[in-house]
């Protein structure tokens, strides 16, 4: 990357804890320092470009969002692509992705891993369009796959679980979608006990159970309601007054529109990037920051704190007083967030930049190193990769507490590992190729 006059598209891949985030902020300080450049960052979601300090991909290229899929092509006005161009003058392009490749030049270095979590509704970038997604998202226009046009480079030095090779060992092969016997008998071993199988009590014990760990411990589901259901039962039990945090929203729209607009705010807690529009906290409860406020002092995105005191203004909550793991106290104030929920429809949102952290998603947790963490892998996993993801967020096996583990649900996808292959084949023979999992490995395997 030393010449100027190179084109140069990378796909930097590795598995979970290879240090990806890692190398993007040494990318950006390498280019600042040495080619005097800026660094255009982004990533497909926000709590993504959050933990890379990017923006989101659709805000720093303009692009349409659609609830519930990708946009159908439509051409840019002129003031975006002025925007665009002026603040991709001059740039080098880190972006961080399982998803895309966009059609934009200054691209250079594209970073993920084809089997942590897959696209939500959507292909893999290797995967060519048919012909009715090329008419679809780009309207006919000339098209041929921009993933052929990419080399490949691999992260193969597991940094996160550097100091315990056993469960690196583990969760190698969780990524390919198989555990032998002797690993799911390893994994067993650390799960939790319930002396009652009755879902209520087993809730309340596993609670019991959260309370007597680490402060930074933190528990993993794979869905949104089974977070809630731990988070509000974890907050009732402390007895103290509930603090509601409510967003302060801004918009212009039609008239016509204003109906629908209203709805989607009222019903999507996901269309800020997963920061709801109301939060519910009580002195003494458990929060996350979901986003970089001062990487100086710790406030950043994964940072778990505990909340202390609010302060209170004339027309509600001004400032949240945290403190941190190492007792250090500071006050937060509302920060900004814009995004499009439909067309030519964006909002401006005021909102504390925190969630209840005794539970959150899996798919939330991507990015995450944790120390201690509880994990429900049971029966409610249902996507490829999600749980090798949740499990390899924790750094030694002693971390790990399991509520559930379901060996069924292990699972990689196929046509990842067979484009893994290919990239080793061509750019990195050093590197042995994967093998393709025989389903129910585990079942005989020792």
Known sequence: ?????????LFISGFGGTGKSYLIENLV???????NKNTAVAAPTGIAAFNIQGLTVHRLLQLPVEQGG?????????????????????????HQTKKTVGLVKYIHVVFGDLLQLPPMREEFAFISLTRSQIDKYIKGMLSFNLWTLFEYEELTINMRQKNDKGYSEILGKLRLGYLTNSDIETLLKRKISFSSNIPSKSLHELCQYLSNLPTNTVCL??????????????????????IKLIANDCYKCPKRLEKRVLQILNEDD????GISRVMTIKIGCKIMIRRNIDVSIGLVNGTIATVIAVTKGKTGIDSVTIRLQSNQEYSIKQLEYQFQILDQVFITREKFPICLSYAITIHKSQGLSLENAVIDAGMSIFSCGQTYVTLSRVTKLEGLHLINLDPSSIKADESAIKEYNRLRNQYRTD????????????KNSS
């Open 1 to 9: 990357m030393s010449s100027d006059n190179k084109v140069i598209r």
């Open 221 to 242: 589901m794979p869905t949104k309601d089974m977070c809630s259901i731990l988070n509000n039962t974890m907050l009732n039990k402390l007895e103290c007054e509930e």
């Open 29 to 35: 300080l390498w280019n600042k320092l040495k080619r």
């Open 70 to 94: 990708t946009a159908k092509y439509k051409p840019l006005s002129d003031n975006a692509l002025k925007r665009i161009r002026q603040s991709l003058k001059n740039r080098f392009f880190a």
């Open 270 to 273: 996901d269309n800020a990037c």
């Open 431 to 442: 590197l042995d190729i994967y093998n393709i999992p025989v389903k129910d490995v585990y």
